[in-house]
């Protein structure tokens, strides 16, 4: 089977390589409207960044070649290209150390496993959606999810490497309605619209749970969409352990949680596209995803079947339907075979996480708030203390997204 459908459509045209969404906001470069924004011209890698990068990976592991003989390879290839290439080992320990110095993930306990997935020679859109595929399929397992990274071309003297310029590998449409609504997922309303400029079809009749497509630029920086195929985005539909109408509400999530728009930077070295996955918690897609007012806001449609008294706030019905949410996704989950951790669980895991980190002689910067899950928070012992302060300038780390 193919396994990717190129969109086609209102790509070229008078506008040449512009996009512009129909009807998102026109924000930022007149010249380039809505288009994500170019990635800077990137500058010669700092050699300081090098030098600091390959004494930590050479402080914390044991390679074979000598660190001075490393830095003097290192610093005559910048020297000479304005950049350098990073062993398989300093890309893999690169990557591993980005994902434990990122303050926000309660589940670093298992940094040091990441599976890294080395596409460095991968810059053509089709090639690199290609890639995404079987990252999904290889994370996925049928269910029994790994923590695995694919690291394309970096960023270089000639110019940026290839971008994903979805938020996640696998997100639902948000499909603007008539009346001023979304069917779908209105946090991905104006990504929709964008995909849909540059000619994406949207599925007939519009669901709720329909998979955006990918939209990568090559090194041209030309956006170009490929469909995810059926079998590489495993979902789980929702059920309730107790209410057999939970099923009826058709409500379903995927299984596997891919972060695609934030750049990988190791000793100097900017990987624009590097989409990496963990495993879901249960409270993210509970008590986040379908429970914000600005998600699927489904807290009144749970309430309502649970026949909860909804005329105050006062009642604890959002509460109550809260932990039915959060406890239909877990059973789903479980029942399903698909990996997911839950907040008490996790909470435990991370706090034994620091304890490691600070016996290694590290400090463990964390972001309370978003360490501390968002139902239950003095249930578990993360919300109980509090942390480093996280340092925006720790190196090798997963970078913000540009736009
Ligand atoms: N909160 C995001 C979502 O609901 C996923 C962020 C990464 N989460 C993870 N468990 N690795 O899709």
Redesign the pocket.
Known sequence: MTALVEGTGALSGSMGTVVRPRSAPETGCPVTGGRPAAPPVPQPVDPDEARTFLEQFYAETSPMVPLDRRLRQVFHEIATTGTYRHTPEELTFGARVAWRNSAR?I?RLYWNGLRVRDRRHVTEPAQVAAECVEHLREATRGGRIRSTITVFAPDGPEGPGPRILNE?LI?YAGHRTPDGGVRGDPRYAEFTDQVVAIGWQRPEPLGRFDVLPLMIAGTDGRPRLFDLPRDAVHEVGLQHPEFAWFADLRLRWHAV?A?SNMPLVVGGVQYGAAPF?????NT??GA??LADTDRYDLLPVIAERLGLDTSSVRTLWRDRALIELVRAVQYSFDEAGVTM?DHHTESERFLTHVAKEESAGRSCPADWSWIVPPVSGALTAVYHRYYDAPDPDARPAFLPPAS
């Open positions: 993930c589940g996640q997100r949680p972060i996955n963990g495993w879901y918690l993210e897609i986040r995803n951790a």
